[in-house]
């Protein structure tokens, strides 16, 4: 299998993988071919291994990355064959070069929605969604990727683990340790990043855990009992400082430039109570992608030149 | 100081400040279409910079604004007003001769455009044109549009067959000049050739066949130009048609162009299972905890997938799927 590909460039290391650039012999196209270390864990593979391998199989859209093939080679060394993409949205955002229109914006949330709705409908949570795993094609296109924290839902009885998520992307469901939760807590992410986009400045940076918490609840009101039934009950819940509710003028003043919709759609994206989250389904039916402008064609988004 | 005679002004003075164009060589005048007296360019500034203000012509009285003043074009201020007038009835009167079936229906609708610019012109029956004429603005407006985006088209296409022409002619000039550069070339060359073979020829009878030799070899080599410039000369009439037809902007939309649909055709209406109430006592009695509430889990997420992870397989034949995957790996 290995005589398929060619190993060019490495271009990166994590903590449990090698990233090479390379070539499909047959096509000829670009691919990024992730080495998982072994023998580094006593345990066999490194869990988050397993989890993008079979999320990834199991998930063809396009507006996900593709997991073209997996193989070991003659060292045991496990091999993730995936679709090169050159650049992703952090870098996009950050490069102050780019200019960002309304209509580019709506381009990113639709390919990434949709991407997330598969996801969804798949019953698969991703669990770290920020600007930095949303890569892009050289056509512009966006692709979900990094599965390494993705996974399915299980019997209801399965605890699952709070500390997941980046933490400027993380919903007040995780920050309060509830170890029950839904697809919700992609929603919210993919909210933090709509609002990233339009302020092209992180929307929550909080410096540590306590910090997010606090940093959350200024910019979107404390959750109380009445908006959130059993939210005190949580975990993480004890002595916050109450801020009010942001008004409407308040959101206005802080996205200048977000029509009412978008605010509309974001707001419904980051309801702090996690039963009143807009679900995929909602989010893509909103008013916001109907509206005019048009979400600009994949190929004429900007991109990092 | 002599009184200055306001119905016959000198031509180089401003009547408002007295500034005359022999001491003050940069002087400008401006005029202003509701009354066209001439003012110089400071005073329009001083006078008119705080907001509209009265014509300083004693008995004229019409409230002017910065904005409208204008340089004057022509001298004679009558001239000035008529082309002021007809460009404004021309606006509205924008109809080209192909607009309209009969010559004589034409005509009838430019002796229709020179009686408003004459009562207008000539201040006759001011009100009553006026009227008239914004009824038709009314009565006419999407043809008027329709109009002016036709003729803005025609200009663009104008544009870019200058353009085009443009580039064309500077490209031919390039060959026209490597031609005959590399004729000059070939000559000295030709001759140098010549001499050469000849020198190291044996015989000579070979001379006559060398000359034709290199010549032949000249005449290639022009002709091979020659042919570059015909090709040349066919992309330009080719490119001009298309320009002429409107062919070109065609092809840019031609384009098909998917609608728009938020999940793009991608949305599972009806799923392959039937989920009624389904309750299951067991389930429901873990999920009623206030952990799982207020944490967001839905119960009904997970029947959703366990029942779609059940059907869903149902329509896939493995062995067809790893046909083509087999293919597709090669």
């Known amino acids: 299998m290995s005589t398929a590909y060619t190993k060019e460039k490495k271009v990166g290391e994590g903590t449990y993988a090698v990233v090479y650039l390379g070539k499909q012999i047959a096509t000829g196209r670009d691919i990024a071919i992730k080495e998982i270390k072994t023998g580094t864990f006593k345990d066999g593979l490194d869990m988050s291994a ?94 979900i990727a990094d599965f390494g924290l993705a996974r399915s839902l299980g019997m209801p009885n399965e605890k699952l683990t709070s500390n997941v998520v980046t933490r400027w992307y993380r919903g007040p469901e995780l920050l309060f340790g509830a170890q029950h939760y839904s697809p919700a807590v992609d929603i919210w992410a993919v909210g933090i990043i709509f609002a990233e986009l339009m302020l092209r400045t992180p929307y929550l940076p909080g410096k540590d855990d306590a910090d997010q918490l606090v940093v959350t609840f200024q910019a979107l009101g404390t959750p109380t009992e009445e908006n959130w039934p059993g939210v005190s009950h949580l975990p993480n819940y004890n002595n916050l400082t109450v801020y009010p509710e942001p008004s409407r003028q308040e959101l206005r003043n802080r996205f200048p ?19 009143n989250r807009l679900n995929t389904e909602a989010c893509l039916l909103h008013g916001y992608f109907t509206e005019s402008p048009e979400p600009t064609e994949p190929e004429h988004l900007p991109k990092k030149s | 100081m002599v009184e200055l005679d306001w119905n016959n002004i000198p031509k180089d003075l401003c009547p408002v400040c007295k500034t005359d164009k022999y001491l003050s060589p940069t002087l400008q005048f401006k005029i202003n279409p509701e009354c066209y007296h001439k003012i110089c360019d400071s005073c329009v500034d001083r006078i008119f910079s705080l907001g509209p203000s009265p014509c300083p012509y004693p008995n004229c009285g019409k409230i002017l604004r910065k904005n409208r003043f204008k340089t004057q074009i022509f001298d004679d201020v009558e001239v000035e007003r008529e082309c002021d007038v007809r460009k404004r009835v021309v606006a509205v009167y924008n109809k080209t001769q192909e607009d309209f079936k009969t010559l004589d229906e034409y005509n009838a609708y430019l002796e229709e455009i020179e009686e408003y610019v004459y009562k207008l012109v000539n201040k006759i029956d001011v009100e009553q044109t006026e009227q008239k004429l914004k009824e038709y603005q009314q ?145 429901l009695k873990i999920v009623d905890d206030v952990q799982y509430k207020a944490g967001g889990y839905k119960i009904d997420f997970y029947f959703h997938k366990s029942l779609n992870d059940a059907f869903t397989g149902l329509h896939c034949i493995i062995e067809e799927e790893k046909e083509t995957v087999d293919q597709v790996m090669g």
């Not at chain 1, 605010?263 to 702090?272: K, Q, V």
């Not at chain 2, 939309?253 to 009624?276: C, H, I």
């Open chain 1, 50 to 143: 397993i989890r993008e391998m079979k999320y990834l199989q199991e998930l063809k859209h396009q507006n996900i990355i593709e997991l073209v093939d997996v193989f070991a080679d003659k060292e045991k060394n496990l091999n993730l064959i995936l679709e090169f993409l050159p650049s992703d949205l952090e870098m996009i955002i950050n490069d102050k070069k780019l200019m960002i229109v309304p209509a580019d914006i709506k381009s990113w949330m639709l390919m990434t929605l949709r991407g997330l709705h598969h996801c969804h409908r798949n019953g698969i949570l991703h669990r770290d969604l920020k600007p930095n795993n949303l890569l892009i094609s050289p056509e512009g296109c966006v692709k």
């Open chain 1, 257 to 275: 430039a977000a029509t009412e919709s978008a605010l509309d759609l974001m707001c419904g994206m980051l309801a702090l109570n996690p039963n």
């Open chain 2, 139 to 283: 009565a006419h407006k999407d043809d008027i549009e329709m109009s002016n985006n036709q003729r803005d088209q025609e200009y663009e296409k104008f544009l870019k067959l200058q353009n085009l022409e443009k580039r064309y002619k500077a490209e031919k000039n390039k060959i026209n000049r490597e031609i005959i550069k590399e004729e000059q070339n070939l000559k000295n060359l030709g001759k140098l050739e010549v001499i050469n073979q000849l020198q190291t020829a044996s015989g000579e009878k070979d001379a006559d066949k060398i000359i034709a030799n290199v010549r032949d070899s000249m005449i290639s080599k022009t002709s091979n130009y020659k042919e570059q410039l015909e090709e040349l000369e066919k992309n330009y009439q080719e490119q001009r048609e298309r320009i002429i037809s409107g062919l070109d902007e065609i092809k840019e939309e031609e384009k098909p162009k998917v609608p728009f649909t938020p999940f793009n055709g991608d949305r599972v209406v009806s799923p392959p299972y039937e989920y009624g109430d389904y309750k299951d006592p067991f389930l």
